[in-house]
């Protein structure tokens, strides 16, 4: 069965300081891994990486993976009021369909 | 249209009664899930369906819950005879094709359940 650990459970900042959120998975048959930022609402798509090493980035938010360590960091510079969130870690499994296994997800909160 | 949409957003029911959420995908977006997400979680894989076929309902909890895409757009879960942990928020996902690497699944806002 495949499983998604996200660290820490939650965090509070101040604004300016920068973070790094925590994604560990186990999966049969890894295809993709995605982060989403979910604010009372829809969950909305940040990044997906497929290859380990490559670095995405928009703006102040940049993640990366590992496929041989089994973990994905998603990094926030400059934090902002506005970036208080869940952040939630998912992994796709080539032999689990096309479901998304989440983890429990990273609240975040920017304090002014 | 621009995004997912479902109705209603909010929901009261009194345990025992049935009820019908809706989805409406992305237009021509192939692939539609649903997941239930409880207070505190991540959203866990209900169901999916790709245009009329569903093809996986492995994560429907118990027999009550029922979901249909009749014509390979709208989609309505239904849940019978409401409990208490049923109780969450219930979201829709929609992508553009099925079983693509690097096909995202976009979400609605979802339909909070409250069964009292």
């Known amino acids: 069965e495949d499983k998604v650990v996200q660290s820490p459970l939650s965090l509070v900042v101040h604004e300016g300081d920068t973070v790094t959120l925590n994604c560990s998975y186990e999966v049969t048959n890894f295809r993709s891994l995605l982060w989403y930022k979910q604010e009372k609402k829809a969950p909305t798509f940040l990044f997906m990486l497929?290859?380990?090493?490559i670095e995405k980035k928009s703006g102040r938010l940049s993640s990366i993976l590992d496929k041989k360590e089994l973990f994905s960091i998603l990094n926030i510079t400059a934090t902002q009021t506005g970036d208080s969130a869940v952040y939630l870690c998912a992994v796709e499994d080539n032999n689990a369909g096309n479901m998304l296994t989440f983890g429990g997800g990273t609240r975040l909160m920017v304090k002014p | 249209g621009a995004g997912v949409s479902q109705s209603p957003r909010y929901k009261v029911a009194k345990r025992g009664q049935d009820v019908a959420l809706r989805c409406d995908p992305i237009s021509g977006h192939v692939s539609l899930f649903w997941y239930q997400q409880a207070l505190g979680q991540g959203p866990e894989f209900l169901t999916y369906f790709q245009n009329e076929a569903q093809l996986d309902k492995s994560g429907l909890p118990s027999d009550r819950f029922f979901a249909e895409r009749p014509e390979g757009s709208v989609s309505t879960l239904k849940i019978q005879r409401t409990q208490q942990e049923d109780s969450a928020v219930y979201l829709c996902?929609?992508?553009?094709?099925?079983?693509?690497?690097?096909?995202?699944?976009?979400f609605g806002p979802g339909t909070r359940l409250l069964v009292l």
């Open positions: 996902a929609s992508s553009h094709l099925a079983g693509a690497t690097g096909e995202t699944q976009y």
């Open positions: 497929t290859s380990s090493g």
